[in-house]
């Protein structure tokens, strides 16, 4: 089992539309979860870290799910600028932190 | 607000060249890191830097070689570079491992 996984997508979505993102993680004993997103050809850049109560920022909601390990993202009133890979992110197994490999989420007007 | 720099954009390099990637942080941050980003494969780490004077080998570090010269420059070396090694290249730091990374805006290296 991948140490992160996420669907790939891409998941198109009109503006204003809601979208949720998942990931699975392996390492049950992980402690630290965040979401980056990068826009194409560029740096990750941290969007959000991911609290076991789940954490609200803005039009942006993560979850946190211990028992099931699992994370989803919830971006509200989707936006043409929030086109872009979201990376899904753990601390692995080098006490560094394991990036999934991103789904891609594409707004049209 | 410069964050981490990273040294050059882009370099194209011949098979069997060697070069050096620079990456230097102002964030007063412990912990710095390399990646690699290829397509299809998400980010795998090549090496990493816990703090100063410490290296430590990440997911996949052969033909790879590091620098941790003072607490701001984490170095990667290419001795000897393969096609295989076309790739981006991440440098990052945090303040402490597991917290949030900072991303340098990544070098673009081709080998032919």
């Known amino acids: 089992r991948k140490e992160v996984e996420q669907d790939p997508g891409p998941f198109n979505v009109p503006e204003g539309a809601t979208v949720a993102f998942n990931c699975t993680y392996s390492n049950s004993a992980s402690q630290s979860f965040f979401w980056y997103r990068q826009d194409c050809r560029k740096e990750p850049k941290l969007l959000m870290s991911v609290y076991s109560s789940g954490n609200e920022d803005g039009r942006f909601t993560a979850q946190l799910n211990r028992a099931s390990q699992y994370i989803s993202l919830l971006i509200r009133d989707s936006k043409l600028s929030d086109s872009a890979t979201y990376l899904c992110v753990v601390n692995g197994g080098y006490s560094t932190l394991t990036f999934g490999k991103g789904t891609m989420l594409l707004v049209s007007p | 607000n410069a964050g981490v720099t990273q040294t050059p954009k882009f370099q194209v390099l011949k098979t069997g060249q060697s070069m050096t990637l620079q990456c230097a942080q102002d964030m007063n941050h412990n912990s710095m890191y390399w990646y690699r980003q290829d397509p299809g494969m998400g980010l795998r780490l090549i090496y990493y830097s816990a703090s100063e004077g410490t290296t430590d080998k990440g997911e996949v570090p052969n033909g790879y070689n590091v620098s941790r010269l003072n607490k701001r420059e984490f170095s990667l070396r290419l001795e000897s570079a393969a096609p295989s090694q076309t790739s981006v290249y991440f440098c990052?730091?945090?303040?402490?491992?597991?917290?949030?990374?900072?991303f340098g805006s990544g070098t673009r290296l081709t080998v032919v």
């Open positions: 990052a730091s945090s303040a402490d491992r597991g917290r949030g990374y900072t």
